[in-house]
């Protein structure tokens, strides 16, 4: 009876920890196709991430008023279509996560992350932001989905010079 509970303990534990790497890749999917948004991104694979009851915010006093709060993919889905338009809104754009959490409670998930976020825009200005990502996950079919994505803004600055630089890398003689 001791070895049939133990083998049960440990495949709940092994599921909670492939749950854990399948919430933190759809995470991981969602940043980079960030990344990419601008003319010509098709936003499909982007919405493919949430549910169709999903809901999308900007928290704290500089986020809620910038992003606002988006319910349903629909209102989702438009929100990231302003940034694929033409002329498009980054020249560059970077999501990088660290410190991630994720805690597993069956078919649902949830997690948080710090992000840092170099940006260039179209427009010439160039910005360092961090904030604070907490998301809620659920197993649709086969696949996690994000149902509640919160980003609270930490602190932003703006840069003098771009992040990306065309000069050549330094590299030792």
């Known amino acids: 009876m001791t070895s049939l509970l133990n083998l049960e303990v440990l495949q709940e534990r092994l599921s909670a920890l492939e749950t854990e790497k399948h919430v933190s890749a759809c995470m991981s999917n969602y940043m980079g196709l960030c990344n990419d948004l601008g003319p010509g991104f098709e936003l499909e694979s982007l919405m493919q991430l949430f549910t169709e009851d ?17 319910v349903g993919f629909n209102a989702i889905e438009e929100m ?3 940034y694929i338009k033409a002329p498009g ?6 999501h990088l996560l660290s410190n991630e959490v994720i805690t597993v409670d069956g ?4 997690g948080s992350w710090i992000l840092m976020q170099p940006s260039d825009f179209i427009d010439g200005r160039s ?5 604070l990502i907490t998301a809620k996950f ?7 989905q994000i149902t509640h994505f919160k980003t609270e803004n930490k602190f932003s600055r703006p840069m003098s010079v771009p992040w990306d ?3 050549a890398l330094p590299i030792p003689k």
């Open 54 to 70: 999903a809901i999308w915010e900007g928290k704290g006093k500089r986020y809620s008023k910038t992003f606002g709060r988006h």
């Open 80 to 82: 990231f279509a302003k």
């Open 89 to 94: 809104h980054f020249s560059l754009n970077v």
């Open 107 to 110: 078919n649902e998930a949830k």
């Open 127 to 131: 910005q360092l932001s961090c904030a």
């Open 138 to 144: 659920r197993l649709s079919g086969k696949f996690w």
């Open 165 to 167: 630089n065309s000069a």
